[in-house]
């Protein structure tokens, strides 16, 4: 399976992947953070999802799946989860992205959110 359909497939299976150096990204720790949307399309279907893949794999971005939009953004990895949050908000993502635990976490500017 080449990347693009590796990529693809984690899309579509789990509502996101992280791409640093051509590669999905295998870190055990920290949190990723979008620091800028690249492109945002609404899709419908692996089809289109690859298509998107092929444009931006060679790029370090994050690809999230949220109620039928693909978001890509340029990304960034930090340790600490206060800091995550703050980044995120600074730059109105709806999320970060717990890489320990393969979890979101939503952040939408929300003061709710327990650091």
Not at 69 to 83: E, F
Not at 90 to 108: F, K, M, P, S, Y
């Amino acid at each position: 399976m080449g990347i693009i359909d590796q990529i693809t497939k984690c899309i579509i299976d789990t509502n996101g992947a992280t791409i640093q150096g051509w590669e999905l990204f295998q870190g055990n720790s920290g949190f990723v953070v979008g620091c800028g949307n690249v492109e945002t399309i609404t899709v419908n279907g692996k089809k289109e999802v690859w298509h998107i893949v092929e444009k931006h794999y060679m790029e370090n971005v994050g690809f999230w799946m949220d109620e039928g939009k693909l978001y890509i953004d340029r990304i960034q990895i930090v340790d600490d989860v206060k800091r995550a949050i703050s980044l995120a908000n600074d730059n109105n993502e709806l999320a970060i992205w717990d890489i320990a635990n393969q979890q979101e976490v939503r952040t939408n500017n929300n003061s709710s959110i327990e650091l």
